[in-house]
């Protein structure tokens, strides 16, 4: 019963774009997808391993930033600008991380966000990557996927951007059944503890660190040759790792589904305000964030994959109660 509702809800994914065709609908799924991806990522490194980053916009920069560069300047498909993106995140996460990671709790998330602000503001006085004006990615036509570019149709970035969500679902469901998220799950739980049983604590969340930065460039890449230009403001504001972090945490960090639960809720209800109230009620998605924030923090800290998971409880109980009664009649 569940694989036949989970291939219906497979097929119904891969139909959208065939039954809506206007690019709003489409926009609002590619943006699920997209961010219930950076999530994913991030939850590997918070949500397994237990390191709290806020400065994972860093990794989607460097993403955008690289592959844009490339294909400016050296005429490189984006492609490989993405694979180049993804490996320079993860060299900048290992230097980051050496120091970091000697701090714990709430002194290694404020680290982050430190880092994250000395990458923002050194981009925003660099001429060569266009410093506070950006950078425009070249248009290229004929539309073409070598060249990561459709002007005519939503659809195929719909079906890339699906693609970078099942690959970071697949690259965390490989890790959740790895001797490795044990690791990650027993750093998390007690690092001192997981020391003293031999598990090297350091390496453990190095690799957790980078795991985490290549998924997440590869989303910054995607990204740029969607909206097709980039600068410091849009790819490496402390608001989006603050974005990132929200999402995993209000569908439910630690868990395989819960950041795309997180990004089903979320990312709608952004774009909607967006749409409906304009400039005039910019902030008004960030305050109802804050309020569903605050609420699943006080009611529900497992966010919204632990309020299914406690439905699901109840209804075991009440069917083996009502089992029960009528065996007993």
């Given at each position: 019963?569940?694989?036949a509702?989970?291939a ?5 994914v ?28 991030w ?25 844009t ?10 492609w ?7 490996a ?17 709790g709430h ?40 060249n ?38 027993a ?44 600068d ?27 950041p ?6 979320l ?22 964030y ?10 529900q ?17 009440a ?9 007993a009649?």
């Amino acid at each position: 019963m569940r694989r036949a509702a989970a291939a219906l809800l497979l097929l119904a994914v891969l139909a959208f774009p065939l039954v809506f065709a206007r690019p709003f609908p489409r926009h609002v799924m590619i943006m699920i997808f997209l961010y219930g991806a950076l999530a994913t990522a991030w939850n590997i490194l918070a949500g397994y391993c237990g390191q709290i980053s806020l400065g994972h916009a860093v990794y989607f920069g460097i993403g955008a930033y690289t592959s844009t560069f490339l294909v400016r300047e050296a005429a490189l498909t984006p492609w490989l600008g993405m694979l180049v993106g993804a490996a320079l995140a993860v060299v900048v996460s290992q230097a980051i991380g050496y120091p970091v990671f000697r701090l714990r709790g709430h002194y290694f998330a404020i680290a982050t966000i430190g880092f994250g602000e000395i990458v923002q503001t050194a981009v925003l006085n660099w001429d060569l990557v266009g410093g506070a004006r950006g950078l425009f990615v070249p248009i290229k036509r004929p539309d073409s996927l070598l060249n990561l570019q459709f002007h005519d149709s939503k659809a195929v970035y719909y079906y890339l951007a699906l693609g970078l969500l099942a690959l970071a679902l697949g690259a965390t469901r490989w890790i959740e059944r790895s001797r490795r998220g044990y690791y990650f799950r027993a750093i998390k739980e007690d690092q001192d503890a997981a020391a003293s049983l031999g598990v090297r604590v350091a390496r453990e969340k190095h690799a957790a660190m980078a795991a985490s930065a290549a998924l997440t460039a590869l989303g910054g890449t995607f990204w740029a040759q969607y909206v097709l230009f980039i600068d410091p403001e849009s790819v490496f504001p402390l608001s989006l790792s603050i974005l990132i972090c929200l999402v995993a945490v209000m569908g439910g960090v630690g868990s395989l589904w819960g950041p795309l639960l997180g990004a089903v809720v979320l990312v709608p209800l952004s774009e909607g305000t967006r749409v409906l109230l304009g400039g005039t009620g910019k902030a008004l998605d960030l305050l109802i964030y804050g309020a569903l924030i605050m609420a699943i923090a006080v009611f529900q800290p497992a966010g919204l994959m632990g309020l299914m998971r406690q439905l699901r409880g109840r209804r075991a109980v009440a069917a083996r109660r009502d089992a029960r009664r009528e065996s007993a009649a």
